[in-house]
């Protein structure tokens, strides 16, 4: 058996830093291995999560950096290089020399168990290193399990196979069941995630056992291992149960997640951050670099001044039109429509709101 190492990476952000906190109360066992990947362009909310979190493992949170010995901030090396290009959702260039590189340096040809911190109401996977040498795990949702490990599992050329295997393990109150449905092949009646809720519907360990068996005969990490304590794991947490660990932990909620009050048109709403990351990031939306600008207004400064040989963080407009006064007034209005549905759906957060219209962040790409 290889030994096989088990990481954590802590983004600044509400998941991951709730996922550290889940994974030492529950998982004491599991000897993982903290680290982030500072750009150099983090709000200081995220380096005092990083220090809070430190204080309550136990342990360091290893800081991994791009372009080491330079005198400049990682992003600020890196955007020289890229002659001042700034990077964008179609050119993410800030995610894989300043997150994926760092990552890929620190675990090297080890074998790794990654945690991510995705939530058990979130439909996406995420930005997830392809290295053949890393698995990821997702511990707050009702499938731990990664896609490329589950469409190995249920593809249908698998299908004796798994059979066989099922047909050798113990029995347990629903092998009657899980059988019946592992004999059901993938078709158009039949999706792959149809197939999948139905085995995690009758037996979520059951399911999980099934697919460490099949791992074992494979060259993805866990195959080192005898034993996992996650496939017991029948933890589904959500957005609530992540602000709730955060909280009673003493860790804290990062302000920049905390809403604040505006006013226009005689109209009162409120906004807020909806990720950690880099105060400039370019996923934000319109209403969060207005929020910037009014909560950290040195920060939008210094973002504004990245803006130069035509290269700005929006493709629509410059920052310096961005907050002229009517162009805030308008975002701001244009905001204040769009949370109305939050009447309409009383149990969606303003947060939601905002990561439903712009997607994921580079701040939870792989991390």
């Not at 979130?122 to 896609?147: A, H």
Request: charged content about 30%.
């Amino acid at each position: 058996m290889m030994k096989v190492r088990h990481v954590l990476g802590i983004s600044g952000g509400k998941d991951s830093a709730a996922l550290a906190i889940y994974m030492q109360r529950k998982y004491p066992q599991l000897d993982i291995e903290y680290y982030t990947c500072d750009t150099g362009k983090e709000l200081d909310e995220t380096y005092e999560l990083i220090k809070n979190l430190e204080l309550y493992l136990g342990k360091k949170v290893k800081l991994l950096q791009a372009a080491e010995g330079s005198h400049e901030a990682p992003f600020d090396h890196f955007l020289k290089m890229y002659g001042g290009f700034l990077p964008s959702s179609n050119s993410r260039w800030c995610t894989k020399v300043l997150k994926l590189a760092p990552f890929e340096k620190f675990i090297g040809n080890d074998l790794v168990i990654s945690y991510v911190g995705i939530r058990g109401d979130e439909d996406r996977e995420g930005y997830i290193s392809k290295k053949s040498n890393v698995q990821s795990i997702f511990p707050f949702r009702k499938n731990i399990w990664s896609e490329d490990v589950i469409a190995k599992v249920l593809s249908n050329s698998n299908l004796n196979r798994i059979l066989e295997r099922q047909s050798l393990a113990p029995k347990t109150t629903y092998s009657a069941q899980i059988n019946e449905a592992l004999r059901q092949p993938l078709s158009p009646n039949l999706t792959l995630n149809q197939k999948l809720n139905l085995l995690l519907d009758i037996s979520i360990e059951d399911f999980n056992n099934i697919v460490f068996e099949f791992l074992r005969s494979t060259e993805y990490p866990l195959a080192q291992v005898d034993t996992f304590p996650l496939l017991s794991n029948t933890d589904v947490l959500n957005r609530d149960d992540i602000f709730r660990l955060l909280r009673e932990s003493g860790v804290g909620v990062p302000e920049y997640y905390e809403q604040k009050s505006f006013e226009v048109g005689g109209k009162k709403g409120v906004y807020a951050r909806s990720r950690s990351g880099c105060f400039f990031c370019f996923y934000q939306q319109k209403i969060e670099w207005i929020w910037l600008y009014e909560q950290h207004p040195h920060l939008f400064e210094k973002a504004m001044e990245y803006e130069k040989a035509g290269y700005t963080w929006n493709q629509e407009e410059s920052l310096e039109d961005l907050i002229k006064p009517d162009r805030i007034k308008k975002v701001k209005e244009e905001y204040l429509k769009r949370t109305q549905r939050k009447d309409k759906n009383p149990s969606q957060k303003l947060v939601d709101i905002l990561e439903d219209a712009e997607g994921e962040g580079c701040a939870s790409c792989f991390i």
